[in-house]
């Protein structure tokens, strides 16, 4: 009989790329969506248009009795816990839903499981973040992060992960569920959400190529991610899932980059090459060849405190679950900024 995985979070970047993957392996795939999105809102529509082999389930994370309903009824084998509000900056403007849904949402899916008398069978997967280490210099390992580095959130959202991620170790250790956690670097994509730096940036060199847009605006330019394809950390999801005993696993590329790398880089695929000038909130991204202003700096997007500095390292992941990412950080640029391309020309 076919496995059945039940991803909570299905509409978001992470969700479309497991609900594939899973798919893909033979697994019969369930997604939570929203619990007040009815089959004829369009957004229920336009998920199960993307994803026609996933059976869409109503609830909330905040709605326990949902949550122990959909576990009742579809008996999962496998619980991919990827729901949140996961936007860092938005988390410091709306702190108490953050704490909510990223957090107290994580023990409701956990309890739902436990009421439905499932703890025993059915493997939870959490996603947890890099976030939760914070980037101070103090906790930094030279190689970067890894499962034994020390904790210290620097957001709402950070410190709403980190509920998440010592309730599943708790609920695995109290009472012996398969209840694990990823711990995962940032990962992006095609699918990633227009209000994550990457994809502000992927879109942005699309349309300034497209001649509709004439600027990016952008935050703190000096921040470095540890960036990987989203496709590859989905893989790395189902392997930690399938492992004889329940761990926490980081996945990371062992790479960092800055804003400013993947600004020039993502412009070069459209042919530009930007030149810095100035400093601080007057600091400007220029077309060297036209001397344009492409880019410049909004002080609005930069936040109360800023993780300035992350990367991770995967070895363990590498080691004990065989998991190599396949894209490197050219060829995420390359492929997200190609999309949008064509995108944005489909568009009237
Ligand atoms: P995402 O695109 O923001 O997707 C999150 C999903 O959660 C959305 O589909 C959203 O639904 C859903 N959601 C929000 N509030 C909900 C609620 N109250 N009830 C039910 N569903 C709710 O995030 P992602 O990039 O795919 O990331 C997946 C998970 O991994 C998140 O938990 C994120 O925090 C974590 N993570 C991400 C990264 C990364 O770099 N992407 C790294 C580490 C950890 P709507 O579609 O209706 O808004
Ligand atoms: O793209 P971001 O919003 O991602 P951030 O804050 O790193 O969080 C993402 O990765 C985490 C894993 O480490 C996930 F847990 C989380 O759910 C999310 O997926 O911002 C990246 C960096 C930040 O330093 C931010 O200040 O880019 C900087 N930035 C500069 N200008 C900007 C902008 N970020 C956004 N969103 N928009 C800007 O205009």
């Not at 580095?149 to 012996?176: C, D, M, Q």
């Not at 209840?179 to 994550?196: C, D, K, Q, T, Y």
């Not at 990987?228 to 893989?235: F, I, K, W």
């Not at 060849?289 to 936040?303: A, E, H």
Request: aromatic share 10%; hydrophobic share 35%.
């Amino acid at each position: 009989m076919a496995k059945r995985a039940l991803i909570t979070g299905i509409a978001g970047q992470d969700g479309g790329h497991l609900a594939k993957l899973l798919h893909e392996k033979g697994y019969e795939v369930y997604g939570v969506i929203r619990g007040q999105l009815e089959s004829s809102h369009p957004r229920y529509q336009q998920t199960q248009n993307e994803m026609p082999y996933v059976k869409l389930v109503l609830a909330d994370l905040l709605d326990l009795a949902a949550l122990t309903r959909a576990m009742q009824e579809i008996k999962p084998d496998e619980v991919y816990n990827l729901a949140a509000i996961s936007h860092v900056g938005y988390s410091f403007k709306d702190p108490i839903m953050t704490a909510d849904v990223t957090g107290k949402g994580v023990l409701n899916v956990l309890e739902a499981i436990r009421l439905a008398g499932l703890e025993k069978t059915t493997k939870f997967y959490q996603a947890s973040t890099s976030e939760m280490f914070g980037g101070l210099d103090y906790n930094r390992p030279e190689k970067g992060y890894t499962e034994e580095s020390s904790f210290h959130p620097r957001s709402p959202y950070g410190v709403a992960k980190l509920y998440g991620f010592w309730i599943t170790k708790n609920y695995r250790e109290n009472y012996g569920m398969f209840a694990v956690s990823g711990i995962l670097f940032n990962h992006e994509g095609e699918r990633r959400g227009p209000e994550f730096v990457t994809r502000k940036i992927s879109q942005a060199v699309a349309r300034i190529k497209l001649g509709k847009q004439d600027r990016l605006e952008l935050g703190n330019m000096d921040a470095k991610r540890d960036w990987g394809y989203a496709g590859d950390y989905v893989e790395g999801m189902w392997r930690i899932m399938q492992q004889d005993k329940p761990d926490d696993y980081v996945l990371a590329t062992g790479e960092t980059h800055s804003i400013r790398e993947f600004c020039e880089l993502a412009f070069k695929e459209t042919g530009v090459d930007i030149e810095w000038q100035g400093t601080g909130v007057k600091e400007t991204g220029v077309d060297k060849k036209t001397g344009k202003v492409l880019i410049s700096i909004n002080p609005d997007f930069f936040r109360p405190s800023e993780v300035d500095l992350l990367l991770g390292d995967p070895t363990r992941a590498e080691k004990e679950l065989g998991w190599e990412r396949q894209v490197d950080f050219p060829g995420l640029v390359k492929l997200m900024v190609e999309h949008d391309l064509k995108e944005e020309a489909s568009k009237a």
